[in-house]
């Protein structure tokens, strides 16, 4: 094709993509089914991974729930087979009303499966993904939710801190989508998902490898994106989470100034993992929670950096981290004083 006219081509194509942006904001898309569907969540222990695990089973899709923390783990596939059993009881009360007009997924089919795995661990991954085709099958979502804080300012924090942040924030994911993603794409068929942090977008002071890891893993996961196109793999669906501050407790003590809070308050948990269950039910390729989120990134990328600096100073967002950082230190003193050292 003339060069010319693959440019106006491109140039419709562009314009096109903005157009049909605007129809998703002002017409929901219908949302996908994933009934049946076997997915995996890292982190499903607690926070935001706890939940997409239960919105996931309200779908009643089979989940396999990963963590580190076995009890917490059991805790969440709890939750979840307490709505297996509710679902399991509307289908009963369906089938006996002569309700046939949906179609009803066996309760039998309805599974949770529990692993404890340290995502950091590249080895324990892989093992554990092997464990996971052996006795559950393919994994056909896999929400890469996990994910660990420090807590400390760069020359506080031990390096052994920073690499395990970085470890569990950023490689895992390498680890796990080189584990799942080769069924996917033989089947042309899947979804991933990584749940990443505004912080992967913009920076504030204090958390320096918190956000490395998660500009490193924002990174990470647009590669892969471009890379599943290149392949021409549309089959294959990935959406990128990045809310603001939620209030899981993870970053408890994080205040912006005062004045400015009640119009940016944290985020509720139940919300976030909403908005994120709404984008990747429709594959939309990225969502920012609050939407404020996507205009706080194209300044940062047009402005001048003293500019920035500036527009921190004024919300309290150059500092917002560094109450946390106090509490985490207390914490630590605390403890290490009850334990006489």
């Known amino acids: 094709m003339n060069i010319v006219v693959e440019f106006f081509v491109v140039t419709f194509k562009v314009l096109w993509a903005f157009v049909l942006a605007a129809a998703r904001w002002l017409v929901r898309p219908k949302e996908k089914s994933v009934a049946g569907q076997v997915c995996l969540i890292t982190g499903a222990g607690s926070g935001l991974g706890r939940l997409f695990a239960l919105e996931f089973a309200r779908r009643r ?81 896999l929400v890469n939710n996990a994910g660990v804080v420090s807590g400390h300012h760069l020359l506080e924090c031990p390096d052994e801190l920073i690499e395990r942040t970085m470890m569990v924030n950023c490689h895992a994911h390498f680890w796990t989508t080189k584990a799942f993603l080769p069924t996917m794409l033989e089947i ?62 993870m970053f408890r003590g994080c205040r912006i100034r005062k004045e400015i809070e009640p119009f940016l308050p944290p985020l509720k948990p139940d919300y976030c993992v909403q908005q994120a269950m709404r984008a990747i039910l429709t594959d939309q390729p990225m969502v920012c929670t609050p939407r404020l989120m996507y205009i706080v990134t194209f300044m940062k990328s047009i402005l001048p950096f003293e500019a920035v600096v500036c527009m921190y100073r004024f919300l309290g967002a150059d500092k917002c981290m560094y109450p946390f950082i106090a509490q985490r230190k207390q914490a630590t003193n605390n403890n290490e004083a009850k334990n006489g050292i």
């Open 61 to 141: 899709a089979l989940l396999v729930l990963w963590d580190i923390n076995t009890q917490s783990n059991e805790e969440t596939a709890g939750m979840v087979r307490h709505i297996y059993r509710d679902l399991e009881a509307a289908d009963a009360a369906a089938l006996q009303a002569g309700n046939g007009e949906e179609e009803i997924l066996p309760h039998c089919n309805l599974q949770v499966f529990t692993y404890t795995c340290d995502v950091g661990k590249r080895e324990n991954v892989y093992l554990t993904a092997e464990r996971v085709r052996k006795e559950v099958g393919e994994v056909s979502v």
């Open 188 to 249: 042309n068929h899947g979804h991933i998902v990584t749940v990443a942090s505004s912080l992967g977008l913009f920076s504030t002071a204090g958390v320096e490898d918190y956000c490395a890891s998660k500009f490193g893993v924002v990174g990470f996961h647009e590669s892969l994106s471009h890379e599943l196109k290149a392949a021409e793999k549309d089959g294959i669906k990935t959406t990128l989470v990045c809310p603001y501050l939620v209030d899981t407790g």
